[in-house]
């Protein structure tokens, strides 16, 4: 058998045509299905896709000629054309059958895409508190407690409640309403002959704070020098400061304990002589924990908790100076000086175990705890005090 190289021109060429004839015969048999379609119905066709062809084109053309007229009449009237996405023309919306358009898909979040999604449960921020509100106390209430419970300053509480408390934290007892201020500040009543630029000096603001503030309902451009309130017109003062007037107990001293005699009478009348102080002080109760008001400018002591009747022991050795009933507001009330220039101060028992002029000795029992006088619950309020130092903090001298 001779190999493809040296095969004759003539077979060559016979090969060639039966593979080409075969070729052809492949092709007729494949078109063989389509043959049943006629003539004309793909002439029918191909003239219907020209014809869509034609006004698609048509309507682009008008489309862009009319968006031309357009910016010309905007340019010519001294308008600008807002740049807004094209919309299609109604000749062309006419033509084009909406069933050509594909298939809506949404894109999936991992595209980048942001879904909407409804919530039930929408969280509304607290909003601040414009108006004053009321406020009851309740039995074991304290002003720092109060403060606290309201987000505000315990002088806040006093200075918005002169009228009842006097500037005494003492004075709180259940049953009492207080005004609670929305803000730390003061609180105050005009009256007639009253200048804003006068009061907001007093109490250390600028007078366009009182009239900013939401709550007083002030006209926003009035003059301060002749606002025209209102008097009896009670007004926050935010962040307003005045001096506390003081109640505080004076300093007595065994050589003049009569100085209390307008205190109440458990004052002392005699001089007296004892026992002088060890030079350190000691817990005086058992319970080692504050029941509500510390230690502060307007509250020269500490509250420390306890039951009623629970014994109250001398800080220190010296003489009783007082030692009974107090009128403002501490109750039964005992006052010991000890003789190096200290005294402390034992308030609201329940009852009192020593008199006048005896001599206390460190750690012996004075009385009890209790809840005499302006008190919301048993407590010992305990106050030191020298004559160089004044009134101190007790913790800063003493600890549980």
Same mark, same amino acid.
């Given at each position: 058998?001779?190999?493809?190289?040296?095969?004759?021109?003539?077979?060559?060429?016979?090969?060639?045509?039966?593979?080409?004839?075969?070729?052809?015969?492949?092709?007729?048999?494949?078109?063989?299905?389509?043959?049943?379609?006629?003539?004309?119905?793909?002439?029918?066709?191909?003239?219907?896709?020209?014809?869509?062809?034609?006004?698609?084109?048509?309507?682009?053309?008008?489309?862009?000629?009319?968006?031309?007229?357009?910016?010309?009449?905007?340019?010519?009237?001294?308008?600008?054309?807002?740049?807004?996405?094209?919309v299609a023309s109604p000749a062309l919306n006419e033509q084009l059958d909406m069933g050509l358009l594909p298939l809506y898909q949404s894109l999936p979040d991992e595209n980048g895409g942001i879904r909407r999604r409804s919530d039930l449960h929408t969280i509304i921020p607290d909003r601040p508190r414009l108006d004053v509100v009321k406020y009851t106390v309740e039995a074991g209430d304290s002003l720092f407690g109060i403060a606290d419970k309201y987000g505000l300053r315990p002088e806040t509480i006093l200075w918005g409640n002169y009228d009842v408390l006097q500037?005494?934290?003492?004075?709180?007892?259940?049953?009492?309403?207080?005004?609670?201020?929305?803000?730390?500040?003061?609180?105050?009543?005009?009256?007639?002959?009253?200048?804003?630029?006068? =009061?907001?000096?007093? %109490?250390? !603001?600028? +007078?366009?704070?009182?009239?900013?503030?939401? @709550? #007083?309902?002030?006209?926003?451009?009035?003059?301060?020098?002749?606002?025209?309130?209102?008097?009896?017109?009670?007004?926050?003062?935010?962040?307003?400061?005045?001096?506390?007037?003081?109640?505080?107990?004076?300093?007595?001293?065994?050589?003049?304990?009569?100085?209390?005699?307008?205190?109440?009478?458990?004052?002392?009348?005699?001089?007296?002589?004892?026992? =002088?102080?060890?030079? %350190?002080? !000691?817990? +005086?109760?058992?319970?080692?924990?504050?029941? @509500? #008001?510390?230690?502060?400018?307007?509250?020269?002591?500490?509250?420390?908790?306890?039951?009623?009747?629970?014994?109250?022991?001398?800080?220190?050795?010296?003489?009783?100076?007082?030692?009974?009933?107090?009128?403002?507001?501490?109750?039964?009330?005992?006052?010991?000086?000890?003789?190096?220039?200290?005294?402390?101060?034992?308030?609201?028992?329940?009852?009192?175990?020593?008199?006048?002029?005896?001599?206390?000795?460190?750690?012996?029992?004075?009385?009890?705890?209790?809840?005499?006088?302006?008190?919301?619950?048993?407590?010992?309020?305990?106050?030191?005090?020298?004559?160089?130092?004044?009134?101190?903090?007790?913790?800063?001298?003493?600890?549980?």
């Open positions: 058998m001779s190999s493809p190289e040296n095969t004759p021109p003539e077979i060559k060429k016979k090969l060639v045509f039966q593979e080409g004839r075969g070729f052809q015969q492949l092709i007729r048999k494949r078109l063989k299905p389509f043959q049943s379609v006629s003539w004309r119905r793909l002439t029918t066709l191909h003239a219907k896709l020209y014809t869509a062809g034609l006004l698609a084109i048509g309507g682009l053309i008008l489309f862009a000629v009319k968006k031309s007229s357009d910016i010309q009449m905007g340019a010519a009237s001294g308008t600008e054309l807002s740049n807004t996405a094209s500037d005494d934290p003492h004075s709180l007892r259940p049953g009492l309403e207080l005004n609670i201020l929305p803000v730390d500040g003061t609180y105050y009543e005009w009256h007639d002959e009253d200048g804003l630029n006068a =009061v907001a000096s007093f %109490f250390g !603001v600028d +007078p366009q704070e009182i009239i900013d503030w939401p @709550g #007083n309902n002030l006209t926003p451009h009035l003059d301060p020098s002749n606002p025209n309130i209102e008097p009896g017109t009670q007004l926050v003062i935010p962040g307003g400061k005045r001096e506390f007037v003081s109640w505080q107990a004076p300093r007595i001293t065994r050589g003049n304990p009569a100085v209390a005699k307008i205190a109440g009478p458990g004052a002392c009348g005699s001089i007296y002589d004892g026992p =002088v102080g060890e030079g %350190f002080f !000691v817990w +005086p109760t058992s319970a080692t924990y504050l029941s @509500g #008001n510390s230690y502060s400018s307007f509250h020269p002591g500490i509250d420390i908790a306890g039951s009623t009747g629970n014994a109250i022991f001398a800080s220190a050795s010296g003489v009783v100076v007082y030692a009974g009933w107090n009128n403002y507001g501490y109750g039964y009330m005992v006052v010991i000086d000890h003789g190096d220039g200290w005294q402390t101060l034992y308030a609201h028992m329940s009852q009192v175990n020593v008199v006048c002029g005896q001599a206390a000795f460190q750690g012996g029992v004075i009385g009890g705890i209790g809840s005499s006088g302006n008190s919301t619950g048993s407590h010992l309020h305990f106050e030191m005090q020298h004559d160089a130092y004044g009134k101190v903090n007790p913790y800063d001298l003493v600890s549980p």
